[in-house]
């Protein structure tokens, strides 16, 4: 095992894969960093270029775009408050309060040492726990995707800026929306008023540049955004060593967090990040501080989104199951190769799986550089006026949104999703739980219906081992305030009957 990991460090270390990975890394930051870019659009435009490589520089080119895009888009969040891929969601809660009030190159600092634990520790993850963790995600069956769609669906209390009533109606919105289309389980269409482009259900990565990015856009232009950009040098990244030390708890929490969901097939960062955001706020002290520009809101997303990379190469590697789009499309390319992801790998190729655990850890330090080093050229866009700014964002949006598919109809969804984010904003709805309830809509469907399926009418069947855990979790959001509120009246009322006794 130590000279199969000295040889992959020696081939990764060769100076041609070394500027494959972080050009690759770049490239990767920059395709997340823009609206309708996403990390699956950044890997699929590349594939085919990587097919006439030697397949450790081909798979290492795109596992480098995969990791720079899952970064990259927390600095659009942080700066536009426009999340760049579907991961940074949750960062846009907290990165964009802190970016506004002047403190980006912290939020950029943050986000970066956080993203890099992240992967960090899904690579070492890999590494020694792959097995167990992968033969862990294949004993999910419907009943454990059910109660792992409302886990995540519990993030709605966390994402909801105060109100849970506003979150859930925003969060039961986005839901009705992910009903449009064709019902994967019965084949029925719903919904669509006969527009073939809703057949396939709404185009998510339109919506979410609508939702995010046209409110914010028209604010500007309208000349009513509640917090006006300042003119400002940015002068610190890091934050304070204390602080690092404080945000390591949760770094380490977000980060198993992901590389759990990650491994499980079928999920991904998106739904890593949520889940890692809303136990974040239910375990923090200070609670009430996220939303409001905290270092944790953006710790805890960044850490689990980019565990989930790491996450969703566990099943891949060891059992030739793609964890999701992205890692589907890098299976092609192992295949292009002739190699068979699977438990015959470790064994016939076991000198590549080293270097792809070496490649990947190199990946996210070139991340870790590309973040530091660039942080304070990122934080100027917010200096732009946004005269300017304006303009040029709600291009790139329209640019984004019709790149995705080539298709004119995306860009009109954009626009509509704009209305609505620009409505819910004028009449205080939250948006983030919108695009929850879009994300976990389809799952929590399918997974019910299956459910109901497996159990027959036997709902006390409905609790495995692994169902029940999940369950539990899913209910600390409502049962940790309620013993935070109880906690107080029975000090206080202790406090009374020993004063009572004493007199």
Known sequence: MGELFLQGVGAILQPDILLILFGSVAVGIIGGALPGISATMSVAVVSPLTFAMEPLPGIMAL??????AVYGGSISAILLGIPGTPGAVAT??????????????????????????????????????????????????????????????????????????????????????????IDEMYGT?????????LMGGIPFIPAIIGLFAVPETLAAIQGISAVRRRSLQVSRILPERSALVALLPAQLRSSIIGTIVGAVPGTGSDIAAIVAYSQGKNLSRAPETFGTGCDEGIACPESGNNAAVGG????LLTLGIPGGAVTAIILGAFMTHDL?????????????????????????????????????????????????????????????????????????????AGLLGYAMVRVGLPRAPLVIGLIVGPMVERELTRTILVIRGDWLQLFTPTSTVIWILAALPFVVPLVRRLLPRGRRRARLTAAGNAD
């Open 63 to 68: 596992l480098g775009i995969y990791t720079g």
């Open 92 to 181: 846009v809660m907290d990165g964009y309060t802190m970016g506004r009030r002047g403190q980006a190159g912290r939020a950029l600092g943050i986000a970066t040492l956080s993203s890099f634990f992240g992967g960090v520790f899904s690579v070492l993850a890999l590494g020694l726990l792959a097995y167990p963790i992968a033969g862990f995600a294949l004993s999910f069956g419907p009943r454990e995707y059910l109660a792992l769609a409302f886990f995540a669906l519990t993030a709605v209390a966390a994402l909801s800026g105060g109100s849970a009533l506003k979150g859930g109606v925003a969060a039961l919105m986005g839901m009705f929306f992910a009903t449009i289309g």
């Open 189 to 197: 269409s719903r919904f669509h008023f006969g527009q073939l482009g």
């Open 312 to 315: 969703t190469m566990i099943p």
């Open 340 to 416: 068979r992801p699977g438990p015959l790998l470790l064994q016939n190729n076991a000198d590549l799986v080293y270097q792809i655990f070496v490649g990947m850890f190199v990946a996210n330090l070139a991340m870790l550089l590309f973040g530091l080093l660039g942080a304070r050229v990122f934080a100027r866009v917010i200096q732009i006026p946004e005269a300017m700014l304006a303009p040029i964002v709600l291009l790139l949006c329209v640019v984004g949104a019709y790149a995705l598919n080539n298709n004119v109809f995306d860009v009109y969804v954009m626009a509509a």
